[in-house]
């Protein structure tokens, strides 16, 4: 029996390349990156980068010059890192090109301001993190970088440079996310990163996660572990391994801090600060994962407002309820403590958004996961240099960060003031007690307008010469307080918006959707430039901005979506929103959407829309009412640990044939349908069992089809991409020369030619003119970005990708079209 070399190839990438990526691997990779970057025959084309502008993006950390406080560094999730020598006037990128865009955690020293250390890989343990490469040094104020080793650590919690000694510096890496490995815990070099020591390690599954060291005796310093075992469906967000850790010899002997501080299976994530002023008084900002005692509730008064109520309300009416009343309401629908009955009034007096909007808003919270059953943050203070703690906080903290307590635990003292801190969660608190007392820093009292203070708090840098000037690093960016934290300044010039999705119309100048992660979906001019004030970037739908699309034909009525299905009808004529997501009907048959959930307009009907659950649903009447087309799509496990593990993830028609419909799941399933979704067949056999990135139904013939996948849960970060030329009963892999070890996000068919390819992978985007045999790098002059999605327009011939990390960039492929014909 013969066997195809086709065949062979699957059957090689399937099995044989599915272990886990090795250091070594992703070197190698890299290196054929850069080689593909530097022997391009695009190399010379420019890319242009358009926004969204006033969106921000997650920062990770801050770090300023005590000489020169208005002199910064502002390190990010996935858009590199950045310095200001101006206080935020201006910014200028110093980390972009290298093998890792996402960073954990910088270190500047204060002797030398030439020296800065970076560690690559986010710490906050999120689903859209990506790996970092080790940790990086440059000596020359980030001109130029050389990486320092550690590549196999993955997240890095913390680096501190020894203040007399620049040669010494220390590392907390948090290992692998979803896997077990011994590169992890506190390093340590004494000659400038060229040998590292593991100085403390506990087990493969706990890593560390944060590193202090004493102000003024360099010897002595405090690591917090963190104890977690992450699946795809699951992530144990304590254990036994959690704990606080010190050493007086300068990381040579440890010894277990925690005479007063909980040591069980539910301690989580731990934060630390020690006071410049008072090197005895330390704080633990520690996660209690575990449930709440049972206790009688008292018997609370009801508001007497209902949803049904504000929904018929004129707005009027709605703006003279009391306040005392209304925030009964938001409390017993469990909306979280950030948006007040305050912030909801001034979003319906500014008509930010109307009443049904706010009601549709409130009914959301209804049933979801801010419902806080747990111990949650607790607040432990040493004021004899951690020889035993006692908890500050009586009171449950339940707002400061809910159940997430693995993507928080930054905590800050004042360097001049033991008794005031700030705990950073979803909202920035302080206390001015000692931790006794919490009172939100983050929220003006009466308004919540376009200068609001982002959610979710990552970074926080106090002036040690003037604690009153604080920088504070979120999801939106950074903010900048002159008066501890009464008030802020928004810096909304930092270009690091981090894209999901990307999409167009067909105006003149026409238009581009982008959904951001945490900043809302987003329209803006193709024709945008940076200081343009009258053409500019516009949020259309807030929280985490998912798929959108606007109305084939009619680009004033935009489909937009946010975090986990929730699918909004806008008329940006009338500012009205309308809420359509499916809802089932049934309890026992509740639908599970992906956190980005995929939904499109159908090619062939305008008012047609599918969306992906765990199964396909469809509507003919712009989202109305919906129907079932398909079966649950996905293998149906780990459903109690992770409803949205067990969903569809991308959804595709054929632009040939209504009948023709595609759907790929997060647990690795691939599915097709000829009949309009009357039999849907299971089309994964000959694609490796891996999270489905997209499904993409060709234009030019209707039984072609392609889709990327990503093994990132299994550790395995090759580039997966096939095609099949007979609806997926048998398949070829074209990631031919891709770089191995860059997951691809996406795959997109050029509109005219359909020899021309293109692909978004974590760290950039390729372009193939046969199909797929051969790829070429379409870097140019981009930064080391994931690219997530892209699109072509087909009128102006332009390539947009939405990059996770640097936002929008445009470029023409007239000239890729131009070389395709000569060849």
């Known amino acids: 029996m013969k066997t195809t070399t086709a065949l062979v190839l699957t059957i090689f990438i399937g099995v044989f390349l599915s272990a886990a990526t090795t250091p070594q691997q992703r070197e190698a990779s890299f290196q054929q990156h850069l080689d593909m970057k530097e022997n391009s025959v695009f190399k010379n084309l420019k890319w242009?980068?358009?926004?969204?502008?006033?969106?921000?993006?997650?920062?990770?950390?801050?770090?300023?010059?005590?000489?020169?406080?208005?002199?910064?560094?502002?390190?990010?999730?996935?858009?590199?890192?950045?310095?200001?020598?101006?206080?935020?006037?201006?910014?200028?990128?110093?980390?972009?090109?290298?093998?890792?865009?996402?960073?954990?955690?910088?270190?500047?020293?204060?002797?030398?301001?030439?020296?800065?250390?970076?560690?690559?890989?986010?710490?906050?343990?999120?689903?859209?993190?990506?790996?970092?490469?080790?940790?990086?040094?440059?000596?020359?104020?980030?001109?130029?970088?050389?990486?320092?080793?550690?590549?196999?650590?993955?997240?890095?919690?913390?680096?501190?440079?020894?203040?007399?000694?620049?040669?010494?510096?220390?590392?907390?890496?948090?290992?692998?996310?979803?896997?077990?490995?011994?590169?992890?815990?506190?390093?340590?070099?004494?000659?400038?990163?060229?040998?590292?020591?593991?100085v403390l390690y506990v087990n493969s599954q706990t890593g560390a996660v944060d590193l202090v060291?004493?102000?003024?005796?360099?010897?002595?310093?405090?690591?917090?572990?963190?104890?977690?075992?992450?699946?795809?469906?699951?992530?144990?967000?304590?254990?036994?391994?959690?704990?606080?850790?010190?050493?007086?010899?300068?990381?040579?002997?440890?010894?277990?801090?925690?005479?007063?501080?909980?040591?069980n299976k539910y301690v989580g994530r731990i934060g630390l600060a020690v006071c410049r002023s008072n090197p005895d008084v330390i704080y633990a900002y520690l996660d209690n994962q575990e449930p709440k005692p049972e206790q009688k509730k008292p018997k609370k008064k009801e508001s007497g407002i209902t949803i049904d109520m504000i929904k018929k309300m004129h707005k009027q009416e709605f703006l003279k309820i009391d306040n005392k009343k209304l925030q009964l309401c938001l409390d017993e629908n469990n909306v979280p403590l950030f948006f007040t009955a305050k912030i909801f009034k001034e979003f319906v007096r500014t008509e930010r958004i109307n009443l049904e909007t706010t009601a549709?808003?409130?009914?959301?919270?209804?049933?979801?996961?801010?419902?806080?059953?747990?111990?949650?943050?607790?607040?432990?203070?040493?004021?004899?240099g951690g020889e035993s703690w006692r908890k500050t906080n009586k009171e449950y903290l339940d707002h400061v960060f809910y159940f997430f307590g693995y993507g928080f635990g930054q905590i800050r003292v004042s360097p001049g003031n033991e008794n005031v801190i700030f705990i950073l969660g979803v909202d920035l608190f302080k206390s001015i007690d000692g931790g006794k007392t919490f009172k939100a820093a983050s929220m003006p009292e009466a308004t919540y307008t376009k200068d609001e203070v982002h959610v979710d708090h990552h970074a926080m840098w106090i002036d040690p010469h003037n604690p009153r000037r604080i920088l504070l690093g979120n999801d939106g960016g950074v903010n900048i307080s002159?008066?501890?934290?009464?008030?802020?300044?928004?810096?909304d010039n930092l270009p690091i918006p981090q894209c999901y999705t990307i999409n167009y119309d067909h105006q003149e100048p026409y238009r581009i959707y982008t959904g951001l992660q945490d900043n809302g979906v987003n329209v803006g001019p193709s024709n945008f430039w940076y200081g343009d004030q009258v053409n500019t970037w516009e949020m259309i739908l807030e929280g985490d901005g998912a798929y959108v699309q606007p109305q084939p034909g009619n680009p004033h009525i935009v489909f937009a979506a946010r975090e986990l299905g929730c699918i909004y009808r806008i008329n940006r004529k009338n500012k009205k929103n309308k809420l359509i997501k499916p809802k089932s009907g049934d309890k026992n048959n509740i639908y599970r959407f992906n956190f980005i959930a995929p939904f499109k307009i159908s090619h062939h009907n305008p008012y047609i829309l599918y969306m992906g659950a765990n199964k396909v649903l469809k509507s003919v009447d712009e989202g109305e009412n919906w129907i079932e087309i398909s079966p649950d799509l996905t293998d149906k496990q780990h459903i109690k640990e992770s409803p949205r593990y067990a969903t569809i993830t991308t959804l595709d028609e054929s632009p040939l044939t209504p009948n023709i419909l595609y759907a790929g799941t997060e647990?690795?399933?691939?599915?097709?349908?000829?009949?309009?979704?009357?039999?849907?067949?299971?089309?994964?056999?000959?694609?490796p069992k891996k999270r489905i990135t997209r499904i993409v139904a060709s234009k030019f013939k209707k039984e072609r089809v392609y889709v990327t996948l990503s093994g990132f849960y299994e550790g395995d970060y090759n580039a997966y991409v096939f095609v099949s030329g007979n609806y997926g009963k048998n398949w070829t892999s074209i990631s031919g020369n891709l770089p191995a070890a860059e997951p691809v996000h996406v795959i997109r068919e050029d509109p005219v030619?359909?020899?021309?390819?293109?692909?978004?992978?974590?760290?950039?985007?390729?372009?193939?003119?046969?199909?797929?045999?051969?790829?070429?790098?379409?870097?140019?002059?981009?930064?080391?970005?994931?690219?997530?999605?892209?699109?072509?327009?087909p009128r102006e011939k332009e390539l947009m990708i939405g990059t996770h990390g640097r936002g929008v960039y445009l470029l023409s492929v007239k000239p890729i079209h131009r070389l395709s014909e000569k060849d």
């Open 48 to 198: 242009r980068n358009i926004g969204p502008y006033f969106m921000g993006g997650r920062v990770t950390d801050i770090e300023a010059y005590e000489k020169n406080p208005y002199k910064f560094l502002v390190a990010t999730a996935s858009g590199g890192l950045w310095i200001t020598c101006n206080n935020a006037t201006t910014w200028t990128p110093i980390f972009e090109g290298e093998s890792s865009i996402s960073i954990g955690d910088i270190a500047v020293s204060q002797t030398d301001d030439k020296l800065i250390w970076v560690g690559t890989g986010e710490s906050n343990s999120y689903s859209n993190i990506f790996p970092g490469t080790g940790v990086f040094k440059s000596m020359d104020g980030g001109k130029t970088w050389e990486n320092m080793g550690l590549p196999d650590t993955h997240y890095i919690g913390r680096i501190v440079i020894h203040p007399q000694d620049n040669n010494i510096v220390f590392a907390a890496a948090l290992g692998h996310l979803y896997d077990h490995n011994e590169q992890r815990g506190v390093f340590k070099t004494t000659d400038g990163g060229k040998t590292w020591e593991k």
């Open 482 to 491: 002159y008066d501890e934290g009464s008030t802020w300044q928004n810096i």
């Open 753 to 793: 030619d359909e020899d021309i390819l293109y692909v978004g992978t974590e760290l950039s985007i390729y372009v193939s003119l046969d199909r797929g045999k051969r790829w070429h790098s379409l870097k140019c002059n981009l930064p080391t970005n994931p690219v997530y999605d892209l699109r072509i327009h």
């Open 213 to 263: 060291m004493h102000p003024q005796n360099p010897q002595i310093l405090y690591a917090a572990t963190f104890d977690k075992e992450k699946k795809p469906w699951k992530m144990t967000r304590s254990g036994t391994g959690s704990s606080i850790y010190k050493t007086i010899d300068g990381g040579k002997t440890w010894k277990k801090a925690v005479n007063g501080i909980p040591q």
């Open 360 to 384: 549709e808003f409130v009914e959301y919270f209804q049933d979801t996961i801010y419902i806080c059953n747990i111990k949650g943050p607790q607040i432990y203070k040493s004021k004899n």
């Open 667 to 687: 647990d690795g399933n691939a599915w097709v349908t000829r009949q309009g979704g009357h039999q849907w067949e299971n089309i994964s056999t000959g694609l």
